[in-house]
């Protein structure tokens, strides 16, 4: 069965980075979307950033710029490089993957159907 696992998250000071990894195994479909999605006490979640196959991104206002979503070698491990980073970015992060689509990743979280477990991001 598919399962996603993430890593990298921790405390850091406002401006400072941290890279957070997605290893995802058991996936057996041609075409995924890979996607990050945060969520603070008492707010929604909300899409970060998503890739799919053939290495299309596409990011959340909130983070363009500051964050880049990656594929690592292995092809079964997905990074997100976050920079410049604010208190308002403090959530839990989960990477959550999906079948893909012809018309691009999904941003609603509910149509993921595989999501690992989270690693926790505070910027003090």
């Known amino acids: 069965h598919v399962q996603l696992v993430e890593s990298g998250g921790g405390s850091v000071q406002e401006g400072g980075s941290l890279r957070l990894s997605c290893e995802v195994s058991g996936y057996r479909y041609k075409s995924y979307c890979v996607g990050w999605f945060r969520q603070a006490p008492g707010k929604e979640r909300e899409v970060v950033a998503t890739i799919e196959t053939d290495g299309t991104t596409i990011y959340a206002d909130s983070v363009k710029d500051r964050f880049t979503i990656s594929k690592g070698n292995a092809k079964t491990v997905v990074y997100l490089q976050m920079n410049a980073l604010k208190p308002e970015d403090t959530a839990l992060y989960c990477c959550?993957?999906?079948?893909?689509?012809?018309?691009?990743?999904?941003?609603?979280?509910?149509?993921?159907?595989?999501w690992g477990q989270g690693t926790q991001v505070t910027v003090s």
């Open positions: 959550a993957a999906r079948a893909g689509v012809r018309s691009g990743c999904i941003l609603d979280s509910t149509k993921y159907p595989y």
